[in-house]
């Protein structure tokens, strides 16, 4: 992969978009960004024939192009500083049933908050 950037002499939308959408639909490209006049290409083109294309809309001029550069990984803090993690905690609440010696009004099977014992 590889990053092109380009220089662009665009002085409306309208051909910025056009640009964009001409870079867009050339094979291998990943990504395009325009900032400040500056057209960025990333993917797996040629560049000539990205300034091919573009100099049939505006003017173009190369900046540069390279490889793509990978983001920095970051090092941990101190890598000896052991994890603590919190107990999970399990609470079990098991409904009280009812005595069998008093007169139940026949709820076995339904919720035992909701029987009334008489």
């Given at each position: 992969?590889?990053?092109?950037v380009?220089?662009l002499?665009v002085h409306?939308?309208r051909?910025?978009?056009k640009?964009?959408?001409?870079?867009c639909c050339?094979?291998?490209v990943?990504?395009v960004?325009?900032?400040?006049?500056k057209l960025?290409v990333?993917?797996?083109?040629d560049?000539y024939?990205?300034?091919?294309?573009l100099?049939?809309?505006c003017?173009?001029e190369?900046?540069s192009?390279g490889?793509?550069?990978?983001?920095?990984?970051?090092?941990?803090?101190d890598?000896?500083?052991?994890?603590?993690?919190?107990?999970?905690?399990?609470?079990?609440?098991?409904?009280?049933?009812?005595?069998?010696?008093h007169?139940?009004n026949?709820?076995?099977?339904?919720d035992?908050y909701?029987c009334?014992?008489?």
């Amino acid at each position: 992969m590889q990053v092109v950037v380009l220089k662009l002499d665009v002085h409306c939308e309208r051909t910025k978009k056009k640009a964009m959408s001409t870079v867009c639909c050339l094979s291998g490209v990943n990504s395009v960004d325009v900032k400040d006049g500056k057209l960025t290409v990333t993917g797996e083109v040629d560049a000539y024939m990205i300034v091919k294309k573009l100099k049939k809309i505006c003017h173009t001029e190369f900046i540069s192009v390279g490889p793509v550069k990978e983001p920095e990984k970051k090092k941990p803090d101190d890598p000896k500083k052991p994890e603590t993690k919190t107990p999970d905690v399990i609470y079990n609440c098991v409904p009280p049933y009812p005595p069998y010696y008093h007169h139940f009004n026949g709820c076995y099977n339904e919720d035992p908050y909701a029987c009334v014992i008489s």
